[in-house]
């Protein structure tokens, strides 16, 4: 299988606060990870792409230091919510791609989300 | 413009009752298509990918198929477990990041 663990699953922060959720690919090695952000009723999101040692490259519209994404190892993404603000709240999902998989090609496997509450 | 469009939005159905979810899409140079499925609060689960037309794949009651326009996921005999929101997904041009499109969100009533 291609298991990606994200976590936390849920976290309740106070205004002006960072958050840092961490998108692990458990049994296989991610060229890429993505992360996403879902608001109720509503499909997934874009908000970057995050190649292994370089910079993240940010969809239209995405902060980039709000949304601070750093993806150290081929099994390891952040993404750091900085000074969080209400309207930060939201459903936030990673997702990778495995490492030279031909025949799996762009499948991304997805992590459970993270529900991120700002009081 | 959307790139990926899904129909019906919601759709109810008896246990029992088959029935087919669309998905079209307008990318050029196809470069496969995806379906997930996602439960409330949880991510995406990967069930199929195809990558060209006339292919299909199966997997317990779903059955997906493209042709050059459009992709449909096929659900024979539901059960209440296949209740879900059921995403499709392509790649855009020239890279992988994928485009989602707003999801079929079927619940089975037993």
């Known amino acids: 299988g291609a298991v990606v663990s994200q976590h936390p699953s849920r976290v309740i922060c106070k205004s002006g606060t960072s958050v840092k959720i961490e998108c692990r690919s458990l049994?296989?090695?991610?060229?890429?990870m993505f992360w996403y952000r879902q608001f109720p009723k509503q499909s997934l999101m874009l908000m970057a792409t995050?190649?292994?040692?370089?910079?993240?490259?940010?969809e239209q519209g995405v902060e980039k230091d709000k949304f601070l994404i750093n993806h150290a190892s081929l099994t390891l993404s952040t993404l750091t919510v900085t000074s969080a603000h209400p309207e930060d709240s939201s459903f936030y999902i990673c997702?990778?791609?495995?490492?030279?998989?031909?025949?799996?090609?762009?499948?991304?496997?997805f992590g459970a989300g993270t529900r991120l509450s700002v009081l | 413009e959307d790139q990926v469009t899904q129909s019906p939005e919601a759709l109810r159905l008896q246990e029992g009752e088959s029935s087919s979810l669309n998905c079209s899409y307008t990318?050029?140079?196809?470069?496969?298509l995806f379906w997930y499925r996602q439960d409330p609060g949880k991510g995406p689960e990967f069930l199929f990918t195809?990558?060209?037309a006339g292919e299909e794949k199966e997997k317990e009651r779903l059955k997906a198929t493209l042709t050059k326009k459009e992709s449909f996921l096929h659900i024979t005999a539901p059960k209440p477990e296949d209740s879900a929101t059921y995403l499709c997904?392509?790649?855009?041009?020239?890279?992988?990041?994928?485009?989602f499109g707003k999801g079929n969100q079927v619940v089975v009533i037993p």
């Open positions: 997702s990778a791609s495995r490492f030279g998989d031909a025949l799996a090609k762009n499948i991304q496997y």
């Open positions: 049994d296989f090695q991610a060229t890429t």
């Open positions: 995050s190649n292994e040692g370089s910079k993240a490259t940010y």
């Open positions: 990318v050029s140079g196809l470069r496969g």
């Open positions: 195809l990558y060209s």
């Open positions: 997904a392509v790649p855009f041009y020239g890279n992988n990041r994928l485009a």
